[in-house]
């Protein structure tokens, strides 16, 4: 599949007619991928803006451009306000093609510093204490445990993947928030004062305040070259636990949700070091699960 790639032409033509607003130029692309594309873009009156253009969503999946307005609204800067259109709404198909326009989050893309990773658990606790937002979680864990299923037969290690989904069922749906989803640095813009924006809400909404938690234990802590990065991890629990107003749900919970996680992931590439990393988890969750208990208070 041949990535999204609109050309400047058809920014132009789109903004103007679906938002009524007058694009001077397209400064660059971002996020460029065979399901979506992100264009930097200068309006007329010098405004800096975001149109995230993406393939069209399964049923079900589409909304998250209501959670990102919504949190963009109760929190400043966690983040990006969308520009609504005229007729109020939030989202364009075009094309078959979901589009969004946001305002461009000013920042620089992160490292993955141990300085990052507080601030990032500190954020995703100012998010967790929101009111409830105004959609379930894209993922449901249920419909997650059927797709795992249903991927186990195109693997040679299916039974062993199977015998882990058990475990995804399992994982408790409380406590609840607003939640992204996919938490890493990759998702983060840092502002000059250390601020941290969250981008890319496809799949958020209310589900399981554990799923943001075990995303990055999966996905970024534990590399798969089977690395565990414990002062990152460290860094990242300890900041939520001081600014949390819920607290850190059960080690046994985060790990199943990472297992959710890199179990989801696994089917889109690198399956066999993804599998050899969700082995290794696997054989040292008392280790990672203690390590998770002392970083609370």
């Known amino acids: ?45 010098g405004t800096e803006l975001a149109l995230k ?16 307005h919504y949190v963009a609204q109760l929190r400043p800067g966690l983040a990006a306000p969308l520009q609504p259109m005229s007729t109020g709404e939030l989202s364009a198909t075009v094309n078959g093609c979901r589009v969004t326009l946001a305002d ?13 990773w507080s601030a990032i658990g500190s954020a995703l606790a100012e998010l ?3 009111p409830p937002g105004p959609r379930r979680f894209a993922l449901p864990i249920p419909a997650v445990a059927r797709e795992l299923d249903q991927q186990a037969n ?91 107003t819920t607290g850190l749900p059960e080690p046994a919970d985060i790990f199943a949700a990472a297992l959710l996680h890199a179990m989801r992931y696994l089917y889109f590439a690198n399956r066999d070091a993804r599998w050899a990393r969700i082995q290794y988890a696997v054989g040292h969750e008392q280790e990672l699960c203690r390590a998770l208990r002392s970083f609370r208070p």
């Open 1 to 45: 599949m041949a990535p999204i790639s609109p050309s400047s032409d058809w920014t132009v033509d789109v903004v103007g007619r679906v938002w009524g607003i007058a694009v001077a130029r397209v400064v660059s692309r971002h996020q460029t991928s065979p399901t979506r594309c992100v264009l930097r873009i200068v309006t007329t009156s």
């Open 53 to 68: 253009v993406a393939a069209e969503s399964p049923p079900g999946v589409t909304g998250g451009e209501h959670v990102q």
């Open 104 to 116: 461009w989050v000013v920042g620089h893309p992160p490292d993955s510093s141990t300085a990052v």
């Open 128 to 130: 967790h204490a929101l």
């Open 154 to 244: 195109e693997y040679a290690f299916g039974d062993d993947f199977r015998n882990l989904i058990p475990r995804i069922r399992a994982l408790a749906v409380v406590p609840e928030a607003t939640i992204h989803g996919e938490i890493n640095a990759a998702n983060t813009v840092i502002g000059d004062d250390g601020h941290v924006t969250f981008l890319d809400w496809d799949q958020a909404g209310v589900g399981p305040l554990s799923l943001d938690l075990g995303y990055p234990l999966s996905c970024v802590f534990l590399t798969e070259g089977l690395n565990w990065q414990l002062t990152r991890a460290e860094a990242f629990y300890r900041a939520y636990c001081r600014a949390t």
